[in-house]
């Protein structure tokens, strides 16, 4: 009879440290899940991550060995559009964290160095933006999984795709649509020669995603909670799930995958109706579990090539509260001299903690390093590339040893952090999305994936996939290879990226007008449904005519609007509205039946129903969609329209009585979008129905150029900033993108996307501060980017979130802001219950200077001395710049460096003592009186004796 084997593992106890060291969240971070495949945590060697209740991803320093208590400076948020699904930390680079979205894209953040002080917070001036943007699916995304051996290659589960993607240059490596239902969640064998997959069908499937012909399936776990799958080494054939049976209870199998037609083991949990989430040490081969919902974490030993597959653990850590969200922290960050074998990291259901637990062998004594108890364990040195992998290579990243004191990264130089850039990707490679016949595995049929001879198992690729394992699931060490030529060109190609100064603006509305009347039905839904030129409000409401109201923005006219609001009645159906900024009072209006109507408001405002316009011009012979005022020079209009069969642009002298055409211009065989002046008006770009964006001559109509863009169709919005033309449209689908062109040669510089809705956005851009706010109708956000000239171009800073759906936004001139608020833009939100005036500021700690970074001159829009004659003669002008800057401030960058306040140092606090040391001080103190009170006795006994002789 052979002897008895012990795992060496049997022992680990849970030890937690005290509740004061434990993860304090500010504010309900650790219960925000996004999609029910998520973990809601991950880690690295530098961090941890977790998801806020905002959506967005927060990370927080790691500070191995020991944790210690997070505070609101020490936490950095990843701002996404979208809220975050799912994210991942990758461990082969330390630097790179990857969100998937519920619009179904890809962010990858390059991520600040941690501080080598772990003490030390994080400072806000590391926030870091999205650097990559990948519009990955249709769908909103499931799971994200970084490529176990490759850097910066990551593998998403989108509705029915999975999807590989290369997030250097944003391009598809691979693809697979197969799955016929939703997939819950992606694991990739440890060589990246196979992926696991689990789907809503209930079926576990196995495939090389390079060759997704054929594919090994078999029904895993038959309840409707997602379920989970890993492999177990690379050098098995093993893998194991997680999931629930028809009647909610929880189970655990493991499967061999030459032979998928019966689990090599199954075992029932504890507890019902939650999702276990599976947490894999390869190499002690130890199995964390958690169950969201369930206050306990539990493991197993899992040894499948022998006789008892798995073996449960003794010990289970049961916290006070239920847990929801788990990861483990990387075998390298743990205190190796105190026999920390796996540390998971669990977040409660409450939001108020994250618990650290440390799965440690008792010892008598620590302090030197156990070399049986902690085998190699993986680098982070990556093994190949990805093109290297999508030609077909598989590898295994190297070992490297534990031992503190000859810890190494692997055979190559620490990594450097990939830095991405948000221009735009190039066309995705063409990948074959037909579906494959799946094969279910059988014993009679073994599909040609996996041969039935354990020893001569190759991969599709012709790699060894599954050699038999001899009884430990831990691989030998691979030798890494060396980075080579290509790969170093592509790292070295990435530039990090200068962080903006309006990164943490914010808004706050307070509303001025309540109870707006209803819009029409027969306004245009690409039109601008609220228009602003200080300081009247002019907007379409409905009923017979065509009404336009226009209401004075001033104080004392806020408050609740009456049940009829006197407007502008021009006898047809209003297609646009514009004000006229260099003459106070003028409005103008585009309608259907091709007329322009421009009405003179008086400074008392609309008080009745106004009929007769102050004059009206036969402009066109269809509607009149857009109607602009011209940047620089006054009483110069321009005017677009379908007409019958060509677009036709019309540039109006309106200093004329009645308005006088001054110049047609074509060139347009369809239908007009939008249109936009250049920075000093003697140019136009346009951008119509064909996809088409074309820039012409203000003055002579000569075309310009043409470039394709926009190629969704489904409408656009302009705006020419410097040298760069911004085409906020649609892209394939319904993803919604800002695409730039270069203003002289309009070839396109990149491409960056913003979510995925069939919603158009409207624009408004601030020049001063180069920020775009995008809004849409029916939506509840406003979308703050930063425009620049040179790459990437256009970032995402933050959005500003509110209860109402908006239908119209309209900037506010910068003479209106507040500037000793730090208020760096004022703006008019049309609600269904309210018109609000939204304050957005900048939180600055010296909010007594001028803070001339986020103000600079500003253009003096007061008035223009140039007339529409003279531009028309050919004469161009500048508005002056003017500085706003208040006499009694000083700016910030001429005020002296503020000193920061010295602080007392802390003293220690004097130590509590125990029950044992307060009794035996309370007998010392009663000895000490006793011996005090007998010296006492004594020396009066001493006084009263007398010589007998004084007695005589």
């Known amino acids: 009879m052979p002897p008895l084997q012990f795992s060496k593992y049997r022992n680990i106890t849970p030890q937690t440290p005290k509740r004061e060291d434990w993860y304090s969240l500010p504010g309900n971070g650790a219960t925000a899940l996004g999609s029910e495949s998520s973990n809601g945590l991950a880690a690295n060697a530098n961090f941890l991550a977790f998801r806020s209740p905002a959506g967005h991803v927060s990370i927080t320093p790691l500070n191995s060995p020991s944790p210690r208590r997070v505070h609101s400076e020490s936490v950095l948020n990843l701002t996404v559009p979208s809220p975050a699904s799912d994210f991942d930390i990758s461990q082969l680079d330390p630097a790179l964290l990857l969100t998937g979205s519920d619009d179904g894209s890809l962010r990858a953040f390059s991520l600040p160095s941690a501080p080598s002080d772990p003490s030390a917070p994080l400072t806000l001036d590391n926030v870091p933006s999205p650097t990559s943007i990948t519009a990955a699916h249709q769908r909103r995304i499931e799971c994200?999984?970084?490529?176990?051996?490759?850097?910066?290659?990551?593998?998403?589960?989108?509705?029915?795709?999975?999807?590989?993607?290369?997030?250097?240059?944003?391009?598809?490596?691979?693809?697979?649509?197969?799955?016929?239902?939703?997939?819950?969640?992606?694991?990739?064998?440890?060589?990246?020669?196979?992926?696991?997959?689990?789907?809503?069908?209930?079926?576990?499937?196995?495939?090389?995603?390079?060759?997704?012909?054929?594919?090994?399936?078999?029904?895993?776990?038959?309840?409707?909670?997602?379920?989970?799958?890993?492999f177990l080494s690379a050098s098995s054939t093993y893998l194991a799930t997680s999931g629930t049976s028809k009647r909610l209870a929880r189970e655990l199998k493991l499967w061999d995958a030459r032979k998928l037609d019966k689990a090599v083991d199954e075992r029932d949990l504890e507890g019902s109706g939650g999702v276990t989430v599976l947490m894999w040490d390869p190499d002690a081969s130890l199995l964390m579990m958690g169950c969201r919902g369930s206050p306990t974490l539990t493991w197993f030993e899992l040894h499948p090539h022998l006789s008892t597959p798995s073996t449960p653990g003794i010990a289970r850590y049961t916290h006070p509260t239920p847990l929801s969200t788990f990861t483990t922290v990387p075998k390298l960050s743990l205190d190796a001299l105190t026999c920390e074998i796996v540390r998971t990291v669990a977040g409660s259901s409450d939001g108020n903690f994250i618990v650290p637990v440390s799965w440690k062998l008792p010892r008598r004594r620590y302090g030197e390093f156990e070399r049986e108890i902690y085998p190699d364990t993986y680098g982070t040195a990556p093994a190949l590339t990805g093109a290297e992998w999508k030609a077909?290579?598989?590898?295994?990243?190297?070992?490297?040893?534990?031992?503190?004191?000859?810890?190494?990264?692997?055979?190559?130089?620490?990594?450097?952090?990939?830095?991405?850039?948000?221009?735009?990707?190039?066309?995705?490679?063409?990948?074959?999305?037909?579906?494959?016949?799946?094969?279910?595995?059988?014993?009679?049929?073994?599909?040609?994936?996996?041969?039935?001879?354990?020893?001569?198992?190759?991969?599709?690729?012709?790699a060894a996939a599954f050699p038999e394992s001899a009884g430990s699931l831990v691989s030998p060490p691979v030798p890494a290879k060396a980075p080579t030529a290509a790969s170093l060109a592509a790292t070295a190609k990435f530039a990090s990226l200068k962080q903006s100064s309006f990164r943490f603006v914010s808004g706050k509305g307070s509303p001025k007008f309540d109870y707006p009347p209803s819009l029409p039905a027969s306004f245009p839904s690409d039109a601008e449904y609220l228009v602003y030129a200080r300081p009247w409000l002019a907007l379409p409401i409905a009923g017979s005519g065509g009404r336009v109201a226009v209401l004075k923005a001033v104080d004392g006219s806020f408050g609740r609007l009456p049940p009829v609001v006197p407007s502008l009645v021009g006898g047809s159906d209003v297609a646009c509205v514009v004000i006229d900024e260099w003459k106070e009072g003028r409005v103008v209006c585009g309608y259907d039946d091709g007329k322009i109507r421009v009405w003179d408001v008086p400074a008392e405002g609309v008080k009745e129903d106004q009929y007769a316009p102050t004059s009206v011009i036969n402009a066109h012979d269809s509607r009149v969609n857009i109607l602009l005022f011209h940047p620089v020079a006054k009483d110069l209009l321009i005017s677009a329209s379908p007409e019958r069969g060509e677009a036709s642009i019309k540039v109006w002298d309106m200093s004329k009585e009645g308005g006088s055409e001054a110049r047609r211009i074509g060139h347009h065989k369809a239908p007009i979008f939008a249109m936009a002046w250049s920075p000093d008006g003697s140019k136009i770009a346009t951008v119509s129905k064909d996809k088409k964006l074309r820039v012409v001559d203000a003055r002579s109509g000569k075309l310009e150029g043409e470039a394709d863009c926009a190629e969704g169709g489904k409408g656009g919005r302009l705006v020419w900033a410097g040298e760069r033309i911004f085409v906020v449209g649609f892209g394939r689908g319904s993803s919604r993108q800002i695409e730039v062109h270069d203003s002289t040669s309009l070839a396109k510089l990149a491409t960056v996307l913003i979510d995925v809705s069939p919603s158009l956005l409207s624009v408004q851009f601030d020049s001063d501060t180069n920020l775009l706010y995008l809004t849409g109708r029916g939506e509840s956000a406003v979308?703050?980017?930063?425009?620049?000239?040179?790459?990437?171009?256009?970032?995402?800073?933050?959005?500003?979130?509110?209860?109402?759906?908006?239908?119209?936004?309209?900037?506010?001139?910068?003479?209106?802001?507040?500037?000793?608020?730090?208020?760096?833009?004022?703006?008019?939100?049309?609600?269904?219950?309210?018109?609000?005036?939204?304050?957005?500021?900048?939180?600055?700690?010296?909010?007594?200077?001028?803070q001339d970074d986020l103000f600079p001159p500003t253009t003096d829009r007061s008035g223009t001395s140039l007339t529409a004659s003279a531009w028309l003669a050919g004469s161009n002008a500048s508005l002056p710049k003017v500085s706003l800057k208040p006499a009694d401030m000083v700016p910030l960058s001429e005020a002296p460096t503020a000193t920061s306040p010295v602080t007392k140092r802390a003293m220690p606090k004097e130590r509590i003592l125990t029950d044992e040391e307060k009794r035996e001080q309370m007998m010392a103190n009663m000895l000490k009186v006793a011996r005090e009170a007998e010296e006492k006795e004594k020396e009066a006994n001493e006084d009263f004796e007398r010589d007998d002789s004084e007695w005589d």
């Open 144 to 230: 994200v999984a970084f490529h176990p051996s490759a850097r910066g290659v990551a593998a998403s589960a989108g509705g029915v795709e999975v999807k590989i993607f290369d997030l250097a240059s944003t391009s598809e490596l691979c693809a697979w649509d197969g799955h016929g239902d939703t997939v819950f969640s992606v694991a990739w064998k440890p060589d990246a020669s196979l992926l696991a997959t689990t789907s809503r069908s209930t079926h576990l499937r196995i495939f090389d995603p390079r060759n997704a012909n054929p594919v090994l399936s078999t029904p895993a776990h038959l309840g409707p909670k997602p379920s989970r799958a890993l």
């Open 392 to 462: 077909g290579k598989n590898g295994e990243v190297a070992r490297v040893e534990v031992d503190p004191a000859k810890r190494l990264l692997g055979p190559s130089a620490t990594p450097a952090s990939l830095k991405f850039e948000s221009s735009a990707s190039p066309a995705p490679t063409p990948t074959s999305t037909q579906k494959p016949s799946e094969t279910t595995a059988a014993p009679a049929a073994t599909p040609s994936i996996l041969p039935s001879s354990p020893s001569s198992v190759t991969s599709p690729t012709g």
């Open 783 to 850: 979308r703050i980017w930063e425009l620049s000239q040179e790459k990437p171009f256009a970032r995402d800073l933050t959005r500003y979130e509110t209860g109402g759906l908006q239908q119209g936004f309209a900037l506010c001139g910068k003479a209106e802001c507040d500037v000793k608020a730090i208020e760096v833009a004022k703006a008019w939100r049309l609600t269904t219950s309210s018109i609000e005036l939204v304050s957005f500021t900048v939180p600055r700690t010296r909010p007594e200077l001028f």
